[in-house]
């Protein structure tokens, strides 16, 4: 069974520019997380999907990020405009019941 | 404040060198508590979840405890390839299922 499937796994952009990530989460797993670790701390939560729509969206920074999950299945993260502070490693990460979820490896962004 | 405390923030043991790891945490309401394994450069790999005070799993060389403030991971004569960041994060009992996390803590088994 594959794994949650994050794409890119790099990027780098300069302050002001758009990226996009995108995440697959494991076949069958409504549940679809975006979780943060930024530079020294801890890894925190952005937002919860349950199939197509936002359950909790409370630890989204800004307005500048948008999450979308197309029909219930991948999703994606969108940073616009990319600030220098959003540099960081995103993870996405899917359960079937909502208690023990599986992560991806990651998107790792450097904003310069 | 729900907060998640992990300690120590790095540990050094020689291979088969016994030790444990201490996730304290101070929640509204614990529904569940989560260890996971980070290696560099990868995502969190899952390794338990506990639901009560008193519960234990174990998985080869680890053992994971719970009671009602803290959790421990002991590891059992460790070997290097246990080497990773170990990570305790908590899931509250709310509307929500966000999860809180400590900063880990970074093991280094040396051969």
């Known amino acids: 069974e594959a794994g949650v499937t994050q794409f890119p796994s790099h990027s780098v952009i300069e302050k002001g520019q758009t990226v996009t990530l995108r995440c697959d989460p494991i076949?069958?797993?409504?549940?679809l997380y975006w979780y943060r670790r930024v530079m020294g701390k801890e890894i925190k939560f952005l937002l919860h999907?349950?199939?197509?729509?936002?359950?909790?969206e409370s630890g989204m920074p800004n307005n500048r990020f948008l999450a979308e999950r197309t029909g219930g299945t991948y999703s994606t993260l969108k940073v616009q405009p990319a600030e220098l502070e959003d540099s960081g490693v995103y993870f996405c990460?899917?359960?079937?019941?909502?208690?023990?979820?599986?992560f991806g490896e990651g998107s790792w962004l450097t904003v310069v | 404040e729900d907060q998640v405390t992990q300690s120590p923030e790095a540990l050094r043991l020689q291979e088969g060198e016994s030790s444990s790891l201490n996730c304290s945490y101070t929640?509204?309401?614990?529904?569940?508590l989560f260890w996971y394994r980070q290696d560099p450069g990868k995502g969190p790999e899952f390794l338990f979840t506990?639901?009560?005070a008193g519960e234990e799993k174990e998985k080869e060389r680890l053992k994971a405890t719970l009671t009602k403030k803290e959790s421990f991971l002991h590891i059992t004569a460790p070997k290097p390839e246990d080497s990773a960041t170990y990570l305790c994060?908590?899931?509250?009992?709310?509307?929500?299922?966000?999860?809180?996390f400590g900063t880990g803590t970074r093991l280094k088994v040396l051969a």
């Open positions: 999907f349950v199939k197509e729509s936002k359950q909790d």
């Open positions: 076949s069958g797993h409504d549940n």
């Open positions: 929640v509204s309401g614990l529904r569940g």
């Open positions: 990460a899917s359960s079937r019941s909502g208690n023990t979820i599986y």
């Open positions: 994060a908590v899931l509250l009992v709310s509307g929500t299922y966000k999860y809180i």
């Open positions: 506990l639901y009560s």
